[in-house]
């Protein structure tokens, strides 16, 4: 969390959210009126924001990672287009999964790299997986969302074999699950033995480009320095 998040948690009246974030910001809903609301309820909790906005009221939504990034920014924007509202809109910036997961592996990217959610939930199969073709050919460091569900198990594994068309099956690969949280887990592996390690939703997978290496546990992906400058 960004100290200006925290700011915004202080000085809202009503903080709105899924419940399971809620409780990772418990320490801020005291004396604060709280509407929570479970898994896939996100269109009611933001039109329950902005209509708790456009009364007057100073309203907090609670979103993982950063808002803007696979999160609730979008849709509250759309959703006060569709409502014509006028309370004003601040998207408070916060520290996103691939920001948090590449902090722990090391520097994994340091060049340019694409982020691709794997959730079909709401883009069709065809378009994700056109995009990873995308990414695996263009050699962009790679950060999977959402890799793998209780039901969603294929795609993962897809994943896997469109990189591997294009990289090394030693190609570093990282996956860190439930980064910065008290249960967090990292392991740096390779393209090739990244299914034997455990992937749940709440993983980020980074997979690394053609230049990327592993130095004492870290990925690291060089951007250039070493052609251009004397490192030694």
């Known amino acids: 969390m960004t100290p200006a998040a925290a700011a915004a948690l202080h000085g809202a009246e009503v903080i709105v959210g899924y419940k ?35 009364s007057g009221k100073t309203v907090a939504l609670v979103s993982g990672g950063d808002p803007g990034i696979y999160a609730m ?57 056109k995009r990873l073709i995308a990414a695996a050919m263009a050699d962009f460091v790679t950060a999977i969302y959402n890799p793998r569900s209780k039901k969603r198990t294929q795609q993962i594994v897809t994943a896997k074999e469109i990189f591997l068309e294009h990289r090394l099956p030693s190609t570093p690969v990282g996956i860190v699950t439930a980064a910065t949280r008290d249960h967090e887990k990292a392991v740096v592996t390779t393209l090739e033995n ?7 939703m709440q993983s980020t997978v980074i ?22 400058y004397d490192l030694s």
């Open 207 to 228: 997979v690394g480009n053609t230049t990327t290496y592993v130095w004492k546990g870290k990925m690291i992906t060089p951007r250039g320095y070493a052609d251009k």
């Open 20 to 54: 399971t974030y809620l409780d990772l910001v418990a320490d801020f809903l005291t004396n604060k009126e709280v509407i929570a609301s479970e898994m896939m309820k996100e269109v009611e909790r933001c039109r329950k924001s902005l209509e708790m906005a456009e």
């Open 73 to 129: 920014a979008g849709l509250v924007y759309q959703l006060a287009k569709e409502l014509d509202c006028s309370c004003t809109i601040e998207v408070i910036p916060g520290i996103a999964a691939v920001n948090g997961c590449a902090a722990v592996l090391g520097a994994p990217l340091m060049h340019d790299f694409a982020a691709v959610s794997l959730s079909d939930l709401l883009t069709p199969w065809p378009l994700i997986e």
């Open 194 to 200: 990244m299914l034997e390690e455990e992937i749940t």
